[in-house]
């Protein structure tokens, strides 16, 4: 069995900083890609950043150039470092895991951590 765990989610003011961390745990053989993706209260889920096994990263419009992922292979943890932070910042990030188990490729999710962005 497979298990992310998310935390680092918070309240923060406007402008303020934090940072997401994601870890896998259980029976693995090799983590691919990992994500971070964000649903905030009546909106689809949205992409916010991935890093695969080369550590090339992805970006979603809402993070380019406030948002930062990375990974440490050795802990199976991503993370996700949000500055400048805005109100509509304020959803639910969930992390997403590609990941090699029991000789099968799946798609694992954590279950999601709160960033609220307000004064």
């Known amino acids: 069995q497979v298990l992310l765990v998310e935390s680092g989610g918070g309240l923060v003011q406007p402008g303020g900083s934090l940072r997401l961390s994601c870890t896998a745990s259980?029976?693995?053989?090799?983590?691919?890609?990992m994500g971070w993706y964000r649903q905030a209260p009546g909106k689809k889920r949205e992409l916010v950043a991935t890093?695969?096994?080369?550590?090339?990263?992805q970006y979603g419009d809402s993070a380019k150039g406030r948002f930062t992922i990375s990974r440490d292979n050795a802990k199976k943890t991503a993370y996700l470092q949000m500055n400048s932070l805005k109100p509509e910042d304020t959803a639910v990030y969930y992390c997403?895991?590609?990941?090699?188990?029991?000789?099968?490729?799946?798609?694992?999710w954590g279950q999601g951590t709160q960033v609220t962005v307000s004064s």
């Open positions: 997403d895991a590609r990941i090699t188990s029991g000789g099968r490729v799946s798609d694992y």
């Open positions: 259980g029976s693995i053989f090799s983590i691919n890609a």
């Open positions: 890093i695969n096994n080369r550590r090339s990263t």
